[in-house]
């Protein structure tokens, strides 16, 4: 059961919290294992808790008469509720907007990164591809995820700080290939003919050289939507992700893996699954995308 009182005050939302957020709810949910009127009081317990000494009061004088037929009623949860009453399916949807968000915009991130220092570093060669290639290696001798700590440490714990420090970690595979790519495309005879026509360097790349290295940037981006993923919520299970209340799917582990030998495995099981799901079926696309751009099939 839940009870359903109004917000003693309502903020104005940005059209960006609205489209990403959803509606500010105009009331409070309290999720209530019973309750009960004496005269104009209403004692409830919340839910999860069976101490008569933690009941709760609310001032029935202070709404309308027809309060308890109207604001307590029972909900039916699909996938059941998580320890503090909330809405398991409810969570699992924003959590799949929160993974989707964080593989995007990480991948965005690592392709402007990945594209400039590896078409300049193809290119260009000599001292500028020697320390392109030293700070890619430097970048690469460090593990993922350690380094994905130490940026979120240094940016703070947060949502946003998510995005970036997986984005910063994920730019060497992409500057690596297009770097190859480039350094074989850059002595093709259309390159050759674009300098004879006297085109500077910066419209031979961008024009010319880099929508013939694509195919293969496209299937490390799905890949690496799908490794945006795990680091995530993986970052979330350590604490160090998107913050509570936000719904994460490894924030949402972390609170119940303990529920595996209580008797309510599906709290954390439900999560696993869907980062499975989710994880592979990008996996998928990758290899797809990689049989469809392969100039030898």
């Keep these: 059961m839940v009870i359903e009182l109004p917000n003693a005050t309502t903020s104005s939302q940005s059209w960006w919290s609205k489209s990403f957020a959803g509606n500010t709810s105009p009331h409070e949910v309290i999720p209530i294992e019973s309750y009960k009127t004496t005269g104009d009081t209403l004692y409830y317990q919340d839910y999860g808790v069976t101490d008569k000494s933690l009941e709760q009061n609310i001032d029935l004088s202070l709404y309308n008469s027809d309060f308890a037929s109207k604001q307590i009623y029972k909900k039916t949860y699909w ?13 699992m949807i924003i959590g799949l907007r929160i993974s989707f968000s964080v593989g995007f915009i990480s991948v965005c991130i690592s392709l402007v990164l990945g594209l400039f220092l590896g078409a300049v570093s193809g290119y260009y060669g000599g001292k500028i591809d020697a320390a392109v290639m030293w700070l890619i290696n430097v970048t690469w001798s460090i593990p993922t995820l350690l380094l994905v700590i130490a940026i979120t440490l240094a940016l703070g714990k947060g949502f946003w700080q998510v995005f970036i420090a997986v984005g910063l970690t994920m730019w060497v595979e992409v500057a690596r290939v297009v770097r190859g790519q480039v350094m074989s495309v850059k002595s093709s005879q259309f390159v050759t003919a674009a300098r004879a026509l006297g085109f500077k360097n910066q419209r031979i790349i961008i024009k010319h050289i880099l929508p013939n290295v694509l195919a293969p940037v496209i299937v490390i981006s799905a890949a690496n939507f799908a490794a945006a993923i795990l680091i995530e919520s993986g970052l979330s299970f350590l604490g160090i992700g998107a913050q ?3 719904p994460s799917w490894g924030a949402m582990i972390k609170d119940h893996y303990s529920y595996i030998i209580l008797g309510k495995a599906y709290l954390a099981i439900i999560p696993g699954l869907g980062i499975m799901s989710l994880v592979m079926a990008f996996m998928l696309i990758g290899n797809a995308l990689r049989d469809a751009l392969d100039v030898k099939s």
């Design 244 to 246: 509570p209340p936000t």
């Design 79 to 91: 996938l059941g509720t998580d320890k503090y009453g909330r809405d398991l399916l409810s969570r």
